[in-house]
């Protein structure tokens, strides 16, 4: 069974059709990324599917559940996690400290428990701590761990922005150009990391971004989209050999 669907969906502003009857699904453990030119539609795709946007029509599920009806803090809690275009983090906090923050919803005690750190409040916070330990493993953030995000590397606040969507133990992972301004080395790091994510945590990801070379390399499928619309959806060979694709967006370099 499909993990989501995204079914004719339409979403417009002022008359400006910024999602214009895109239909797909996202299977369990696999990797979707949706390209196309600057205004095809792919954030706003993304605003739908976390409740940002509510569609004209359309139906969108998740786990089963209907989400155009979900506000975007029931999504998120629903196991749906989202990094962002920019680096959302808060910059005076460690490292440690924002990957526990990606947290609390996990959290289901009150405040006064919590302050005389007793019963459930005190092994919430050891079983998060254990959580977010693993994750710095995970992704290699060990030498930073005490560092404010502030003064880390662009490549690895990126990192850090993951991990805390990862600590919140998502069901699907959305990745709004997680590479964008990168050098190379971080760019192939990153690539690493969203791999190991699919192939040893099994946690299915939407990807968006612009790097053709990743897309290509890291979906198992691809939504290609211009103006709104959708100009083709499958394999990356597939799509990539497609004459509508070539046409409306490789411009010819495939
Ligand atoms: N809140 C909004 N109000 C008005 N128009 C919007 C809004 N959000 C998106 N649009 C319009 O919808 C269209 C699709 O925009 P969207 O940001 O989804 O494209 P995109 O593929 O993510 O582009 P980019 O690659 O530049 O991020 C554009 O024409 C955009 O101007």
């Known amino acids: 069974m499909a993990l989501l669907t995204f079914g004719d969906v339409h979403l417009s502003f002022a008359g400006v059709k910024a999602v214009d009857g895109v239909s797909f699904e996202v299977r369990q453990a696999e990797l979707l990324a949706i390209i196309g030119p600057n205004g095809a539609g792919k954030t706003s795709i993304f605003n739908v599917l976390s409740g940002v946007y509510r569609p004209q029509s359309g139906r969108v599920t998740f786990l089963g559940e209907d989400l155009l009806a979900r506000r975007p803090h029931e999504i998120a809690a629903m196991g749906m996690a989202r990094t962002f275009q920019n680096v959302e983090l808060f910059h005076n906090l460690t490292v440690l400290d924002n990957l526990m923050l990606g ?7 009150g405040a006064l428990p919590a302050l005389l750190w007793y019963g459930r409040a005190r092994r919430a916070e050891l079983a998060a701590r254990a959580k977010v330990e693993d994750i710095i493993d995970f992704l290699e953030l060990e030498p930073w761990r005490r560092h404010p995000v502030r003064l880390l590397p662009y490549g690895v606040q990126k990192r850090v922005e993951l991990g805390r969507a990862l600590a919140m133990e998502p069901k699907l992972l ?3 150009e997680p590479v964008a301004g990168m050098n190379l080395e971080e760019t192939e790091d990153m690539a690493r990391f969203v791999m190991d994510i699919r192939d040893e945590l099994g946690i299915p990801v939407v990807l968006v971004d612009h790097d053709m070379a990743l897309v290509m390399d890291l979906a198992d499928r691809v939504l290609v989209l211009d103006f709104g619309r959708q100009v083709a959806l499958g394999a ?10 070539i046409e409306a967006y490789l411009g010819g370099t495939a």
Do not use: G, N, S, T
């Open 103 to 109: 947290r609390h919803h996990h959290f289901r005690y």
């Open 174 to 176: 959305l990745l709004d």
């Open 236 to 245: 990356p060979a597939e799509v990539q050999r497609d004459p509508a694709v």
